[in-house]
């Protein structure tokens, strides 16, 4: 199209219209020209070169009113060929609705003939079935009687001539439906129930593989094919999927799991040790199979060596958390369990054997039994066996109680000491029962020997007790003892013998000091049968020494030979007593007697009345301190350890001319013997009220009287025997003074302070005019 028939289609412009900005940018471009000419010719001179710049705007001007020109018209060439552009757009339009309407038109009139052809369209679908089911009519005639021949193969376990059946009813089925449009036929109902039996028939033979393997590993084979070639196939039908893979899977774990931890097969009461025994010798063996009969007959990645032991294990292990809760085990099938769970089992017996492969290995798996399953366990072993232990020592205890009220004394070994089978039976009950505990964990013999050193605690209080119901029968009659202080003695050998041999009791790992509490309960069983021996001779001696002194006393020796044939007479017994325990007993056997000579004295039943009684009373003292030295020497106490040189000592003071020097006699003794304690207090006041000392008057108390140092004051009422108290804490004639540790009694510690001043009596003279005071028993 040319320009001229281009101008003839477009529409012409208005005319004698303006812009509205064209005033507005007139008087911008006024006051712009007024502006520069102002500046321009602003002086004279420039006027002369008006010409040359009104030429030269003129030429401006014009350049831009053709240059506004050319680009007007560019402009309005551009808006006209739009607007033919959209008339032309406008006429297509209009001609593709036209067409648009024809053929909705058309579309209506062909649904109409449509519907009329919808019954035609029916009869060849139809038809189209007809003609697949006339052709596939013999087949499907076969139907029922392939599904009973594949029910027969089922039951005479043809496994994979079974499945092969089954597979060529599915493909029919497949076949069938398709052509059909799904159509599900009423012969094929039988094909689930026929699939499931199969199934099942696979799963129980894989429930029976370590029986198969052994007796039809063909069937085995069988089922595991089957199960591996339905993994792998696909249907066009929309059925869940069988899985026999898996189902065959889990047949294999749970008919092991069956044959071993069935409930008919855990162990009874009683039954546990014969029922580990059994899973010993079964487990390895069942491996063993695994890996030569049943891996064979599976795929590599059935992993069967593993999947057996992971099983076996598995279940093994369901089968102990049901055993731990029922009914609690007895201490002999907890302490079977224990050892087989943490050594048997991961042991070269079981599943640590080197004939097993690496597949085997369980000891990634859970333990057996947690961390608190071991530690529940071994609290209730302690617990039943510290009841039967502490049964048996108090068993042992009794018997040995009924020993001391025999007719005839205590037995005796070889060398002639005293001896009872009862240290030797409480050790050997304690020492078996942590020596059998350490085949099973550091952790129980810990717990056992805790319990071990406990229970021999309380046997030794309750041997204590036992030795003080004993003693206070005796001595009040309820029970009289032929042989009361032999079997006193016997016991102290019990004693030395638990001592020396508490040290079986200590594994390497015990730290120092465990057995602490046990020694101190030895050395206090130590003390009190010494108490109860010192107790027997003092009955026996006090009413010898009633009658000392006295003038018979100064003439004769006879009351101290009467004492010292009754002390070796008493002490004759000891030699039935081991070292170091029969030192220990002369050391206090004569620091009893001279206590009771000494305290004897102090009752101020006899005053030198002259010089020459205290001689006598000093010479007499020196022979009973001699003939008690002899004495004990002859019984083998040792002379470092004697305190009748005490008497010596003390003779000297009754050969005192003036008595007046008495205090200074008295601090050298203090001095000579370092040991010996000042008793101050109401005792010291007492003694200078009965002696009536002019140097330290004392203002008399009432019921004031000199205290001997054998009765306490405040004694408890009723005391046991060989539990007297002072207020000190205990008696002075009959508080031991050697050390329990160690059996090393200290040489010349006799509490004689007391003593001394009271020896004053003896010393006084009544008619002597250096004395202050006369005797009161002039």
């Given at each position: ?299 590599p990645h059935y992993k069967v060596v593993q999947l057996w032991a992971h099983t076996l294990h598995g279940g093994l292990r369901r089968c102990l958390q049901q055993l731990l809760e029922g009914p609690e085990l007895e201490e002999a099938d907890t302490f079977t369990l224990l050892h087989w769970v943490l050594h048997v089992y991961q042991g070269p017996e079981m599943m640590g054997s080197l004939e097993l492969g690496p597949e085997a290995d369980v000891s990634d798996l859970e333990p057996l039994l947690t961390l608190e399953n071991i530690e529940q366990l071994e609290a209730t ?157 003092l009955a026996e001696l006090q009413p010898l020494f009633a009658a000392l002194p006295s003038r018979r006393w100064l003439s004769s020796p006879e009351l101290l030979d009467d004492v010292c044939k009754r002390t070796a007479r008493f002490c004759q017994n000891f030699q039935h007593v081991r070292n170091p325990a029969v030192q220990l007993l002369l050391v206090e056997a004569e620091r009893t007697v001279v206590l009771q000579y000494l305290s004897a004295l102090m009752q101020g039943r006899l005053v030198c009345r002259g010089a020459d009684e205290r001689t006598q009373a000093a ?160």
């Amino acid at each position: 199209m040319d320009s001229a028939a281009r101008d003839k289609t477009q529409p012409a412009l208005p005319t004698g219209l303006e812009w509205p900005e064209q005033e507005r940018a007139e008087q911008l471009a006024r006051g712009a020209a007024l502006k520069w000419a102002s500046g321009i010719f602003y002086r004279p001179e420039q006027l002369a070169r008006l010409g040359q710049y009104r030429n030269r705007e003129v030429q401006r001007t014009c350049s831009l009113e053709a240059r506004i020109k050319s680009v007007v018209q560019s402009y309005l060439e551009g808006v006209k060929t739009g607007v033919w552009q959209l008339a032309q757009a406008l006429e297509a339009v209009q001609g593709a609705r036209e067409a648009l309407g024809q053929a909705r038109g058309l579309l209506r009139d062909m649904a109409e003939a449509a519907q009329t052809l919808e019954p035609l369209r029916e009869q060849v679908v139809e038809h189209k079935q007809l003609q697949a089911l006339s052709q596939l009519l013999p087949r499907l005639r076969a139907v029922p009687a392939a599904v009973a021949h594949t029910q027969t193969l089922i039951d005479a376990q043809r496994l994979l001539e079974a499945y092969v059946s089954l597979r060529e009813l599915e493909q029919l089925q497949e076949e069938t439906c398709v052509p059909l449009g799904g159509l599900e036929l009423p012969v094929f109902e039988g094909l689930g129930p026929l699939a499931e039996a199969l199934g099942q028939a696979v799963e129980a033979a894989a429930g029976a593989a370590g029986q198969l393997a052994r007796e039809n590993p063909a069937l085995l084979v069988a089922a595991v094919r089957v199960a591996e070639v339905d993994a792998g196939c696909t249907t066009s039908l929309e059925q869940a999927p069988r899985d026999w893979r898996q189902r065959c899977l889990r047949a294999l774990q749970q008919g092991l799991e069956r044959v071993h931890f069935g409930t008919s097969l855990q162990p009874g009461p009683g039954e546990l040790a014969k029922w580990l025994e059994a899973l010993r010798v079964a487990l390895p063996a069942e491996l063993a199979m695994a890996e030569a009969l049943v891996a064979p007959c599976c795929p590599p990645h059935y992993k069967v060596v593993q999947l057996w032991a992971h099983t076996l294990h598995g279940g093994l292990r369901r089968c102990l958390q049901q055993l731990l809760e029922g009914p609690e085990l007895e201490e002999a099938d907890t302490f079977t369990l224990l050892h087989w769970v943490l050594h048997v089992y991961q042991g070269p017996e079981m599943m640590g054997s080197l004939e097993l492969g690496p597949e085997a290995d369980v000891s990634d798996l859970e333990p057996l039994l947690t961390l608190e399953n071991i530690e529940q366990l071994e609290a209730t072993f302690v617990a039943k066996v510290q009841a039967k232990v502490a049964q048996w020592l108090q068993k042992a205890l009794d018997g040995e109680v009924v020993e001391w009220g025999r007719e005839q004394e205590p037995d005796t070994d070889l060398s002639g000491f005293y001896h009872s089978p009862l240290p030797a039976i409480v050790l050997q009950i304690l020492e078996e029962n942590i020596r059998v505990t350490r085949i099973v964990s550091v952790s129980l013999e810990q717990r056992v020997h805790g319990m071990a050193l406990s229970e021999l605690s309380a046997f030794l209080r309750s041997f204590t007790d036992a030795l003080i119901r004993f003693s206070r029968d005796h001595l009040r009659g309820e029970a009289v003892v032929p042989h009361y202080v032999p079997y006193l003695l016997a016991t102290l050998n019990h004693q030395l013998a638990l001592s020396s041999s508490v040290s079986v009791l200590q594994p390497k790992w015990v730290v120092p000091g465990v057995l602490a509490p046990v020694e101190a309960e030895l050395d206090k069983l130590q003390k009190r049968i010494c108490r109860l021996v010192l107790e027997a001779l003092l009955a026996e001696l006090q009413p010898l020494f009633a009658a000392l002194p006295s003038r018979r006393w100064l003439s004769s020796p006879e009351l101290l030979d009467d004492v010292c044939k009754r002390t070796a007479r008493f002490c004759q017994n000891f030699q039935h007593v081991r070292n170091p325990a029969v030192q220990l007993l002369l050391v206090e056997a004569e620091r009893t007697v001279v206590l009771q000579y000494l305290s004897a004295l102090m009752q101020g039943r006899l005053v030198c009345r002259g010089a020459d009684e205290r001689t006598q009373a000093a010479e007499r003292m020196q022979h009973d301190a001699a003939q008690l030295q002899e004495l004990f020497l002859g019984l083998g106490l040792e002379e470092s350890v004697q305190c009748v040189p005490v008497l010596l000592a003390l003779k000297e003071l009754l050969n005192l001319r003036d008595p007046t020097l008495l205090g200074l006699e008295v601090a050298g003794l203090r001095q000579q013997f370092p040991d010996v304690r000042c008793e101050d207090g109401p005792g010291r006041e007492e003694t200078q009220e009965r002696l009536g000392g002019a140097n330290a008057p004392v203002t008399p108390q009432r019921g004031s009287r000199l205290r001997p140092p054998g009765p306490a004051r405040r004694r408890v009422p009723r005391a046991a025997p060989g539990r007297t108290q002072l207020s000190a804490g205990r008696p002075a004639a009959l508080a031991p003074s050697w050390s329990p540790s160690t059996f090393q009694p200290r040489a010349n510690t006799c509490t004689l302070a007391g003593l001394l001043l009271p020896l004053r009596v003896l010393c006084l003279t009544p008619d002597c005019p250096q004395n202050k005071v006369t005797s009161p028993y002039a």
